[in-house]
């Protein structure tokens, strides 16, 4: 192991560490705290000057009450919600069935289209944005969610179709051919054979999407606008205009937007960190 | 007679091509899907680069005097500048993001949650971290300025003033960015070979030595992914830029993707074309590094089945 392992080396440097180690970490999440710590305090204390002092109350129920409550914050909300699930799902099925023909058939084009998917994936999003724009209200479906969302799912389609057929190249091709001797249909040997070992793939590549399209802004700003499509990232620009100064609620209605992702990272994280460091180990 | 005959040959035509056909099946929708909102729209706007078009009315072919506008345009060399400075300070994630993972590659109580909160920021969405990092900066009451004042140092207004503003918000990039390295690296250094340390300590070799000649090359898988999120996470910063500070002062803080948004979308006026143009520069710059990944990943795959 490299470093060399704490227990085996002296004891005032082991201590040295573990006093270290709460230290740099309030260090590296100051910003955070800082905006946690706006959250809970009254909106007097900003008028008084108060910004960095002890909070003259502890204000975090009507803070966050407010922002639940007395905004558009949870129409936003929800509409993310009606955003990123459909795509997560959307993208799930595109992908594991490209990911399952590149990765088990060996034909002539298939490098072509898995570099195809590889190479869109990494194109700048600005060069989509004038046709996509164009083709979603030629759809009829501009400022709408499910506009967003089929724009994502074929996006997305890019980044899944490399995942899962790296996940399923490194499967035991036996499987497949022991399945093909006994005369079981191609479709069949997807569905039955490969499908339910592509579970931990599925899971992981569905925590990153939801993560990636939650925390999306670009496409918000481009193929919506209002509170009844857009979801929470641009939502929450007017509603910081609507609290302008009062940074008690910006700051409450901030941490309510990034909370999502946040649950879902901590809750599934072996799954989002298998996912993320896919390829990071040969 | 010729019936079951018929019958015969048709089931086993699918059943002799199944193998040819199946993959088609299975890729149609995925492929038509991507086709339709990402490879075509590549080759629209490339082709919209050369009309002047408002996005509602006729557009008008000019041939390359987009190009040649952009040429002159003072704007668009700040927005290349700063990209290229995004780039290359972007790259510092990945050092950071080594240098925090060996920091946290031990195994004391709790390191766990030491590790899921160093990577935190990362899971923030980047408007998130924008609202966040400005009021990080804010003149009047920022925690920066708080600390500066302690220092004895004047307050400054990182976003207010031309000569700081990009970096502020590159500072602001990196943050998550640095996790997101840190995370690679923590799994890259779990997969590090004990035995060879082992020999490397033997022969005397420790500390920068080791990390350079033993550790460093095995990282190298995580170092190319590192590598390619960097770049592509550099050259996409649009999030930050919009939230903390519209591309301001003066459009001293645009970047390629930003001034084309502002440019094709925003109250300056509705110029598709031109935006086009901006959106193909930077498409071209981006291919650079496309075709790099891609011949280190056809490399990497002639090994593979």
Redesign the interface.
């Known amino acids: 192991?490299?470093?060399?392992?704490?227990?085996k080396t002296s004891r005032n440097w082991q201590l040295t560490?573990?006093a270290m180690?709460p230290a740099?970490?309030v260090l590296?999440?100051?910003?955070?705290l800082?905006?946690a710590l706006?959250s809970i305090k009254p909106d007097a204390d900003f008028t008084s000057?108060n910004?960095?002092g002890v909070p003259s109350s502890f204000n975090f129920l009507e803070n966050y009450g407010k922002v639940f409550f007395a905004s558009d914050m949870p129409k936003y909300l929800l509409n993310s919600v009606l955003i990123t699930v459909p795509t997560v799902i959307g993208c799930v099925i595109?992908?594991s069935?490209?990911g399952?023909?590149?990765g088990?058939?060996k034909?002539k084009a298939?490098?072509w289209?898995f570099?195809?998917?590889?190479?869109?994936n990494?194109?700048?999003?600005?060069?989509?944005?004038?046709?996509?724009?164009?083709?979603t209200l030629d759809m009829g479906l501009y400022n709408t969610k499910i506009g967003l969302v089929?724009?994502h799912?074929?996006?997305q389609?890019?980044f899944c179709?490399l995942f899962m057929r790296n996940f399923i190249?490194a499967l035991p091709?036996e499987l497949i051919e022991a399945a093909r001797v006994e005369g079981v249909?191609?479709?069949r040997i997807?569905w039955f054979v490969v499908l339910p070992l592509m579970k931990p793939a599925l899971a992981a590549m569905s925590v990153l999407i939801f993560?990636f399209i939650?925390?999306d802004?670009?496409w918000a700003?481009?193929l919506t606008q209002g509170a009844e499509s857009q979801p929470v990232?641009a939502g929450?620009?007017s509603f910081?205009a609507q609290y302008r100064a009062a940074?008690h609620l910006?700051?409450a209605g901030?941490?309510v937007?990034?909370l999502p992702?946040?649950a879902?990272?901590?809750l599934m994280?072996r799954h989002f960190?298998a996912g993320?460091?896919l390829?990071?180990?040969? | 007679m010729s019936s079951p005959t018929k019958a015969r040959t048709q089931r086993s035509w699918y059943k002799r091509n199944?193998?040819?056909v199946?993959?088609?099946l299975?890729?149609a929708?995925?492929?038509v899907?991507?086709l339709?909102?990402?490879?075509?729209?590549?080759f629209?706007?490339i082709n919209?680069s050369f009309y002047e078009w408002d996005?509602l009315g006729e557009a008008y072919w000019v041939g390359l005097s987009n190009y040649e506008e952009l040429y002159w345009d003072d704007a668009f060399y700040v927005s290349l500048r700063n990209n290229l400075i995004w780039l290359v300070l972007y790259l510092l994630a990945i050092p950071a993001g080594l240098a925090i993972a060996?920091?946290l590659?031990?195994?004391?109580t709790g390191?766990r949650l030491?590790k899921?909160?160093?990577?935190?920021?990362f899971?923030?969405?980047?408007?998130?971290v924008g609202?966040?990092?400005s009021?990080?900066y804010d003149p009047s009451?920022g925690?920066l300025n708080?600390i500066l004042g302690v220092v004895g140092l004047g307050p400054i207004n990182v976003l207010g003033d031309e000569r700081f503003v990009t970096y502020g918000i590159i500072a602001a990039g990196i943050?998550p960015q640095t996790a997101?390295c840190m995370?690679?690296?923590l799994?890259?250094?779990?997969?590090?070979d004990?035995e060879q340390?082992e020999a490397a300590r033997l022969d005397g070799a420790?500390g920068l030595r080791?990390?350079w000649h033993?550790?460093i090359p095995q990282l190298k898988?995580?170092t190319f992914?590192a590598f390619v999120v960097t770049i592509?996470g550099a050259?996409?910063s649009?999030?930050l830029i919009?939230?903390m500070t519209g591309g301001g002062p003066f459009g001293e803080s645009r970047v390629?993707?930003f001034y084309?948004?502002e440019v094709?979308?925003s109250e300056y006026g509705f110029r598709?074309g031109y935006?086009?143009a901006?959106?193909?520069v930077?498409?071209l710059i981006?291919l650079c590094?496309?075709a790099y990944?891609?011949y280190s990943?056809?490399q990497d795959?002639k090994g593979?089945?």
């Open positions: 192991m490299f470093p060399t392992p704490i227990e560490y573990q180690l740099a970490l590296w999440l100051l910003p955070l800082a905006v706006f000057g910004y960095w595109l992908s069935m490209t399952f023909a590149l088990v058939y034909f298939n490098l289209v570099f195809m998917f590889v190479a869109g990494f194109v700048p999003f600005q060069i989509l944005m004038v046709p996509v724009r164009d083709l089929l724009f799912v074929a996006f389609t890019g179709t190249r091709f249909a191609e479709w997807f993560t939650w925390n802004f670009f700003v481009v990232t929450i620009t910081n940074y910006m700051s901030s941490i937007a990034a992702p946040v879902m990272f901590f994280q960190i993320l460091t390829g990071a180990v040969k | 199944e193998i040819a199946t993959p088609w299975f890729l929708p995925g492929v899907a991507f339709l909102y990402v490879i075509f729209p590549i629209q706007s919209i996005g060996l920091f590659n031990q195994t004391v390191i030491y899921s909160l160093f990577f935190f920021p899971v923030i969405s980047q408007v998130v609202l966040v990092f009021w990080f009451f925690l708080q943050w997101y995370i690679l690296y799994t890259g250094l779990n997969a590090v004990p340390i420790k080791m990390l033993v550790i898988p995580a992914i592509i050259l996409r649009f999030d919009s939230i390629l993707s084309m948004f094709a979308l598709m935006g086009a901006i959106a193909v930077l498409f981006m590094f496309i990944f891609l990943m056809y795959d593979g089945r």
